[in-house]
């Protein structure tokens, strides 16, 4: 079994930044692609950034310039630097990641969610 552990949301002011971390652990061999996804209230969830294992990036448009996605693969954890804020990024933000794992003598890609961490831009 896998866990994503998320930290670092909380309430800041609008054009501030937050840091979110996203730790994985359990039995994993490697970790596939990770990223971050966002719901905020009545609105489907989105997703905000995501980062292969080699370290390609994908933005929605509305964070480019503003948000970093980055990993420490030898820490298994992602990082989502979240600067500019703006009140329209307020969400709940959860983490995501492909993890392989083995299962006896296989190994099998499982996809996992975080319990999400919440963010609030307000003045």
């Known amino acids: 079994q896998v866990q994503l552990v998320e930290s670092g949301g909380g309430l800041v002011q609008p054009g501030g930044s937050l840091r979110l971390s996203c730790a994985a652990s359990?039995?994993?061999?490697?970790?596939?692609?990770m990223g971050w996804y966002r719901q905020a209230p009545g609105k489907q969830r989105e997703l905000v950034a995501s980062?292969?294992?080699?370290?390609?990036?994908v933005y929605i448009d509305s964070v480019k310039g503003r948000f970093t996605i980055s990993r420490d693969n030898a820490k298994n954890t992602v990082y989502l630097q979240m600067n500019s804020l703006k009140p329209e990024d307020t969400a709940v933000y959860y983490c995501?990641?492909?993890?392989?794992?083995?299962?006896?003598?296989?190994?099998?890609?499982?996809?996992?969610w975080g319990q999400g961490t919440q963010v609030t831009v307000s003045s």
């Open positions: 359990g039995s994993i061999i490697n970790i596939n692609a």
């Open positions: 995501n990641a492909d993890v392989q794992s083995p299962y006896g003598t296989i190994m099998k890609v499982n996809n996992y």
């Open positions: 980062i292969t294992s080699g370290g390609s990036t």
